[in-house]
C-alpha cells in the first residue's frame, strides 16, 4: 500500500536561514506528490504539486520540492524563512483505493517553528 | 481563496448526544471528503463522495455517517457521540478528475466529555 514518511517531527529554522522539508513515498508506479500547508486553526492549502516531467517543482509563497526518484523522496525547500511560515506541512501520495477511488494518502506532518 | 465552509468551528458536548457538522463548498466540485485529524498523525479519510447521492466509506473505519443530497453540502452526523470521538475533523472537495487540487475548510475541532 502506499504510504508517506515525514521523519522530522517538529524543526526549528531561524528567520532567513534556509529550509529542507523531508518526505519519503512508498509506490510502486510513478507517483503523484503533493505538499500541503497548515496554518494554525485553518485548513490545509496546496503548496505545489509533481505530477511528470521537470522535477523540480515550483509553489507557491516561494517554496520549491524536489522529486528523485531514485531516493523514492520528494524534499520540500525555501531558501529563506520568514516568521509566517511557522505552520504544519504535509505530504502527500496520489493513490487508489480498493474500490478505484483516487485519493491522497497523508504523512503525519512536519511543525515548523521560525525563530526570531 | 477556498471556498469551503465547516460548522461549527469548535463543538464541547456529551456523551450520547447526536451531533452533524456541516461542511457546504460553492465551487461545483463533485468530490468531496471528511478527514480526521489527531496530533502527530497522518490525516485518515473516513468518507468520500463522488456526487449526489454517493457516499463511500474511507480507511478509517468510523461510526459516523454522511449524506451527499446536494453537490454543495456534506453533512457529518455520529448518532451518539463518545468521547473516543474526539478529534478535529476536516472536510475537503476536489474536481472530479484524477487527483485534483483539494481545498480544505477550516476544520471542525470536536470534543466530547
Known amino acids: 500500500a502506499q504510504s508517506v514518511t515525514q521523519p522530522d517531527i517538529h524543526i526549528t529554522v531561524s528567520e532567513g536561514a534556509s529550509l529542507e522539508l523531508r518526505c519519503n513515498y512508498s509506490?510502486?508506479?510513478?507517483?503523484?506528490l503533493f505538499w500541503y500547508v497548515q496554518s494554525p486553526g485553518q485548513g490545509l492549502q496546496l503548496l505545489l504539486k509533481?505530477?511528470?516531467?521537470?522535477?523540480l517543482v515550483q509553489g507557491i509563497k516561494g517554496f520549491e520540492a524536489e522529486f528523485k526518484r531514485s531516493q523514492s523522496s520528494f524534499n520540500l525547500r525555501k531558501p529563506s524563512v520568514h516568521w509566517s511560515d511557522a505552520a504544519e506541512y504535509f505530504c502527500a501520495v496520489g493513490a487508489v483505493s480498493d474500490t478505484g477511488f483516487q485519493k491522497l494518502v497523508f504523512g503525519t506532518g512536519t511543525r515548523l517553528l521560525v525563530s526570531p | 481563496e477556498a471556498d469551503i465552509y465547516q460548522t461549527p468551528r469548535y463543538l464541547v458536548i456529551g456523551t450520547g448526544k447526536k451531533i452533524t457538522l456541516e461542511c457546504s463548498q460553492t465551487?461545483?466540485?463533485?468530490?468531496m471528503y471528511w478527514y480526521q485529524q489527531d496530533p502527530g498523525m497522518e490525516l485518515h479519510l473516513i468518507h468520500y463522495s463522488y456526487g449526489v447521492n454517493s457516499t463511500e466509506k474511507g480507511d478509517l473505519s468510523s461510526e459516523s455517517t454522511v449524506s451527499r443530497i446536494r453537490t454543495e453540502h456534506f453533512p457529518l452526523t455520529l448518532e451518539s457521540a463518545r468521547p473516543s470521538h474526539t478529534s478535529q475533523y476536516l472536510c475537503?472537495?476536489?474536481?472530479?478528475?484524477?487527483?485534483?487540487?483539494?481545498?480544505f475548510g477550516q476544520g471542525t475541532r470536536l470534543t466530547v466529555v
Open positions: 465551487m461545483g466540485h463533485d468530490k
Open positions: 475537503a472537495s476536489s474536481e472530479g478528475q484524477g487527483w485534483a487540487e483539494a481545498f
Open positions: 509506490y510502486g508506479a510513478t507517483p503523484y
Open positions: 509533481y505530477f511528470s516531467g521537470d522535477t
